[in-house]
């Protein structure tokens, strides 16, 4: 089942048609997965080009392109590549044309996730582009809340936290506007509110929103998205500082509550460790998502699903 584009730089892209088909394939790498693996992309290699840090998005592509069978070479850190010698996004992704089949790229600037595909002969993912968008983790986040909720239409999700420069909320709420009867709570600090390119989306789609500074007001949702403050993108430390921990989501917050919590992770003390032991804490099922989902991406990229 291969997808009608080769690149994936941004959510917006997406058509729900897509989104059924990457979440149905993604299902049916979770009996590949309790297998141990296939070969189905024996003789294919990745490129996992990592330019800022990374624990999950990373290991979670090498090990969905091992799991099915493929290779990896990496490149990690700007300071141990070219780039950090003045090479050009575009040129390094030329050179990695010449060794790889297919292209997982992290890196700090907005937009470059999109100059890199411009460029590029073989699939390109976006692993995450600065503040701009990472839209293979707001595919395994829906796959999660169709899984945790049984359904994605008609869901309330209560996005927390950094919505100023958190990517992950930004590409999940273009992704959730192609479901039915959606309602977003966004709750931030004033100084990280959900940007204008994204709330204009929602004013364009008539998708119910309400923004709030109050953790509580969002708590009778369905889905409680947590995020972290991203200290990297604060050009004033003392800012990051007032603002880091000022949401702190608790066991007792939770009580008698049916709310889903996630968290694209990592988390620097916004979930509270005594919320881990909940049935409804689903943020390390989360995680155990992101290899099935980016199995089926790299399997239908390279037309093989
Ligand atoms: N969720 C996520 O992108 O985590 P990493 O920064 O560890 O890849």
Redesign the pocket.
Same mark, same amino acid.
């Given at each position: 089942m291969p997808l009608p584009f080769q690149h994936l730089t941004s959510t917006k892209q997406l058509t729900r048609g897509d989104t059924d088909a990457i979440l149905r394939v993604a299902a049916e790498m979770e009996g590949v997965l309790k297998k141990g693996g296939s070969d189905l992309l024996h003789g294919k290699i990745l490129a996992s080009l990592f330019y800022e @840090?990374? !624990? =999950? !998005? =990373?290991l979670s592509f090498e090990t969905a392109m091992q799991r099915l069978g493929g290779q990896v070479v990496t490149a990690d850190g700007l300071q141990f590549s070219s780039l950090y010698k003045g090479e050009s996004v575009e040129d390094t992704i030329k050179v990695v044309n010449q060794y790889a089949d297919i292209i997982a790229m992290r890196h700090p600037e907005q937009g470059s996730a999109d100059r890199a595909a411009s460029v590029s002969a073989i699939p390109f993912i976006n692993a995450?582009d600065g503040p701009g968008q990472?839209p293979t983790?707001a595919l395994l986040d829906l796959y999660t809340i169709e899984k945790e909720r049984g359904k994605i239409d008609g869901i309330h999700i209560t996005m927390v936290g950094d919505l100023k420069f958190g990517r !992950?909320v930004h590409s999940l709420s273009f992704l959730l506007g192609l479901y039915k009867d959606i309602r977003f709570t966004l709750v931030s600090p004033a100084e990280l509110t959900m940007p204008e390119k994204v709330t204009s989306f929602y004013k364009e789609k008539k998708i119910a929103y309400t923004e709030t500074e109050n953790l509580e007001d969002g708590l009778d949702a369905d889905v409680v998205y947590m995020t972290r403050v991203q200290k990297e993108r604060f050009e004033d430390a003392a800012q990051y500082e007032r603002l880091k921990l000022k949401y702190i989501l608790t066991a007792q917050q939770l009580k008698g509550r049916s709310v889903t919590v996630l968290h @694209?992770? @990592?988390r620097v003390g916004e979930i509270a460790l005594d919320v881990d032991p909940l049935p409804t804490a689903a943020y390390f099922r989360q995680v155990r998502n992101g290899v099935v989902l980016r199995m089926a991406l790299l399997a239908m990229l390279l037309k093989k699903a």
């Open positions: @840090p990374s !624990t =999950r !998005t =990373r995450g990472h983790q !992950t @694209p992770l @990592p």
